[in-house]
């Protein structure tokens, strides 16, 4: 497997623009989870989904951000428009059985 | 009650030492309970996971011990290495609608000094 992929892995954006961060998820797994991590924060879930459906979307901040999965090997997070308080390490997971595999994160600056 | 309290937030230990970290929760549906790895520009990875039918989990040199009654867990390094320097987050879920919600800790911060 090549495991989670993530893009782009590092995003300077000026605030008010709007960012799209980009998740394939292992293939065969069934549920995609978004984490956003922060040294405040920690580890927080963003929003998940059950074969292609979200389930759960309450930790998703703000009306500002917004998640798709169009089909089971693709799902975007999408933050419009942007702030500073957005700048964060963004991470894309997908499950398998009991385990969540996580990609390497996108890293987003809100500048 | 959807809160996972971890601590310390960061542990230095010698090499050889025995790492703890340890992490208490309040919601008693929780059912699974895993520990991620995770190192420096790196997303977290499994290390180990338990379930409260167990009191204890070994793989390797890493351990979990559980306490139902306390409800805590703890994660145990032995003869801890350099290499297993990384941020440690313990975490806990329960199974919803077939999708697995886990709820993380702060992290630990672990050195390992040569």
């Known amino acids: 497997d090549a495991g989670v992929i993530q893009s782009p892995r590092h995003e300077v954006t000026e605030m008010g623009q709007e960012v799209t961060l980009r998740c394939k998820p292992i293939?065969?797994?069934?549920?995609l989870f978004w984490y956003r991590q922060t040294m405040m924060r920690g580890l927080e879930l963003l929003i998940y989904?059950?074969?292609?459906?979200?389930?759960?979307d309450s930790g998703m901040p703000e009306d500002r951000f917004s998640a798709k999965m169009p089909n089971a090997s693709f799902s975007t997070l999408k933050i419009q428009p942007s702030e500073p308080r957005d700048s964060a390490v963004y991470f894309c997971?997908?499950?398998?059985?009991?385990?969540?595999?996580f990609g390497e994160g996108s890293w987003l600056t809100v500048v | 009650q959807q809160q996972v309290k971890q601590s310390p937030q960061s542990l230095i230990v010698q090499k050889g030492g025995i790492s703890i970290i340890n992490c208490a929760y309040e919601?008693?549906?929780?059912?699974?309970f895993p520990w991620y790895q995770q190192f420096p520009g790196k997303g977290p990875a499994l290390l180990i996971a338990?379930?409260?039918?167990?009191s204890e989990k070994k793989e390797g040199r890493f351990t979990i011990s559980f306490n139902k009654s306390a409800k805590q867990f703890s994660l145990h390094i032995m003869d801890s290495q350099p290499g297993d320097s990384a941020t440690y987050f313990c975490?806990?879920?329960?199974?919803?609608?077939?999708?697995?919600?886990?709820?993380f800790g702060q992290g630990t911060r672990l050195t390992i000094n040569p």
């Open positions: 997971a997908s499950r398998r059985e009991n385990t969540i595999y």
């Open positions: 293939s065969g797994h069934n549920s």
């Open positions: 989904f059950n074969n292609n459906v979200p389930i759960d």
């Open positions: 919601n008693t549906a929780f059912d699974y």
């Open positions: 338990i379930r409260p039918d167990v």
């Open positions: 975490a806990a879920s329960r199974g919803i609608q077939g999708a697995q919600k886990l709820v």
